[in-house]
């Protein structure tokens, strides 16, 4: 990481004296589809998805945001719209500043600039990941390298292993590895039943870390 705690708390500030606290929902539109974003919006807490349609009428699983970070980031620096839904995944506070507020502040002060890049490094991170992961032949191998790639983001140590604070559906897995739904959640279930991960609604657990980097090395 580039930035500083402070220069975080710094941009996190900026959203909370200039912007306008809202409220969302799980599962509530916070930008629609086919919509113009109203803003840009830094998360206090909760989980955002972004996602956008398939043609095949598919939710496409692009990233999730958590709290500190700043969405639609692209069109944010940009100005340019890439049609991306974002849609709580629990109920989730937001601060949305206007964008040309954003622009003119980040330009005032180029050290708002260093957690921006930090988390579009960030993305690119993931999504050469989501890349990478696509080398691996088999469902089980590609959701195995997916699931230590979202550890690495939101896992949590347990004394029962990893846990990955993240209510992801079957689809949601399944679009991120290029899979179906139905054979993701065929292989779900032969992870689980080989007690190797934990699948709740809430959350995943990775039981035996060891014994499922065997799958991917």
Sequence with gaps: ?????????????????????????????????????????CIEEGLVKAYDITKYNEENLLIIRKPDEIFPLIWGLTGQERQVIYQPLIKTVTWRLDRQVFINSITNKPSLMTPLLDMTVE????????ILNLEYRTV??????????????????????????????????????????????????????????????????????????????
């Design 1 to 41: 990481m580039l930035s500083t705690l402070k220069q975080t708390a710094e941009l996190v500030e900026l959203f909370k004296s200039a912007g306008k606290k809202q409220i969302y929902n799980k599962n509530e539109f916070i930008i629609s589809p086919n919509s113009i974003p109203n803003g840009v919006f």
């Design 123 to 130: 993305m690119y991170r993931l999504h050469s990941e989501r």
């Design 140 to 217: 089980r191998e590609r959701i195995i390298s997916y699931l230590f790639t979202m550890s690495r983001r939101f896992g949590q140590e347990t004394k029962d292993g990893i846990k990955i604070d993240l209510p992801l559906r079957h689809q949601d897995i399944a679009s991120s590895i290029n899979s179906s739904r139905e054979t993701t959640s065929r292989e779900i279930a032969a992870l689980t039943k080989k007690e190797l991960i934990e699948h709740k609604r809430s959350y995943i657990l990775l039981k035996k870390v060891v014994e499922l980097h065997k799958y991917i090395s």
